[in-house]
């Protein structure tokens, strides 16, 4: 038997595939239209994005995209005007800075508020005509808004309906002047003269914000919680900063609103890492109130009581240096004229409200934690930002 050998044939090397063509299983060519395989494509997209859409409710999908913006802040005041007096030059650097976005929610139109005497013989009447104020404040808050570089701001409870149909709408409760605690002297005035304290005031409307049930208006603000999204939210301390009843209750609204939107529960829960109150530390003020009176200003008694809002250093937690921004809070001061007065002493900076009392006015303001996140070393200095510590 004779064995017979063979050598194999190499395959041929597979033919290069043209452009805008397939390889088929065999080897063949099968020509594909590029424009058609684009629109392939695209329909993949689409058809993914609308699955996305069919899986996230309206207010999960803004949710989402405010996640986009690393740094987000929310604060919560009262009235126009307070945005700036306590908090403005945060604002304007919280504003100004790249990856922050920045939101106000104004609680009331201010529509109680008393006004300067000199807004008074410009726009008479305005003290009892509370629409009228009501819509003077509001243009005041956009141009300080402006003037701050702030974009987003809101009114609690207008992105919702009432019985009437009508946008929610929360009244200033008004106010009166008493003395500070132990500080003597007759109703609406302090040992020295002077009056510094809020107090509420005995006829306070129907819708008052002071009055109107906490968990209605928490669940306004927690809407906005769930759609911004901020890790820190600032707000007033226990005390309303000098005692108004919209600041404090806008104070407790924050909180309660704060604990509703974790509810693993509800819809997009969103749990706010760090509650922070605006303070000023107690020595300092004092130091201000005494340059102030040196300056021959009206000041409260700068060794007797302070308001509330005054607290010992070793309680302030955050101090935002934001010395720059001072030109853009004192432009904003400016635009809120039916509350608030510039001081003019050669070398004291000061802003003084309808009871004629000045303080200090400065680019930097303070911060208590109310709840959340430590921000403070324990036995170190207070921090400088207002997201120290937060992913």
């Known amino acids: ?37 684009q629109d392939v494509l695209q ?17 999960e999908a803004e949710a989402m995209g405010a996640l986009d913006t690393p740094h987000r802040l929310l604060l919560v005041h009262a009235h126009p005007d307070d945005e700036t007096i306590a908090t403005g030059a945060t604002i304007a650097a919280a504003a100004a800075a790249t990856g922050t976005a920045v939101t106000l929610v104004t609680c009331t139109r201010g529509e109680r508020g008393e006004v300067l005497p000199g807004v008074l013989l410009d726009h008479p009447g305005m003290d009892v005509d509370e629409e009228a104020l009501a819509e003077l404040r509001v243009q005041e808050l956009a141009a300080a808004a402006e003037a ?26 008004g106010m009166a002047w008493a003395p500070l605690p132990d500080a003597g002297g007759p109703a609406g005035e302090g040992g020295d ?7 509420p005031a ?24 769930h759609e911004v999204r901020p890790q820190v939210v600032i707000t007033y301390e226990p005390g309303g900063g000098y005692g108004h009843p919209d600041h404090v209750r806008a104070h407790e609204l924050v909180l309660r609103a704060v604990e509703m939107a974790a509810d693993p529960a509800g819809a997009a829960p969103w749990s706010v890492a760090r509650v922070l109150g605006h303070v000023a530390d107690a020595e300092q003020l004092r130091a201000g109130l005494r340059d102030l009176r040196a300056a021959g ?14 607290v010992p250093p070793e309680q302030v937690d955050v101090v935002v240096d934001a010395a720059a921004e001072l030109p853009a809070k004192v432009a904003a001061l400016r635009a ?51 997201f120290a510590g937060l992913a």
């Open 1 to 37: 038997m004779v064995a017979v050998t063979t050598t194999p044939e190499h395959p041929a090397e597979p033919a290069p595939v043209a452009p805008g063509s397939t390889p088929t299983a065999d080897g063949a060519e099968l020509a594909v239209d590029e424009d058609v395989a």
């Open 43 to 59: 329909q993949a997209a689409d058809a993914l994005d609308d699955a996305a859409e069919r899986e996230l409710e309206p207010g």
């Open 148 to 173: 701050l570089g702030l974009e987003d701001r809101r009114f609690l409870g207008a992105d919702a309906a009432g019985p009437d149909g009508a946008p929610v709408r929360y009244r200033d409760s």
């Open 193 to 199: 003269g002077t009056s510094a304290r809020a107090v």
């Open 202 to 225: 005995p006829d306070a409307p129907e819708g008052a914000l002071s009055l109107a049930p906490l968990d209605e208006l928490a669940a306004h603000l927690v809407r906005v919680l």
């Open 297 to 310: 200003l009206a000041t409260i008694d700068p060794e007797g009581p302070l308001p509330s809002l005054a």
């Open 336 to 386: 809120h004229a039916s509350q608030v007065e510039l001081g003019t002493a050669p070398g004291a900076r000061s802003l003084a409200m309808t009871n004629g009392l000045h303080q200090p006015l400065s680019g930097v303001e303070s911060y208590r934690l109310l709840r959340g996140e430590p921000v403070r070393p324990e036995g170190g200095d207070p921090a400088t930002d207002l």
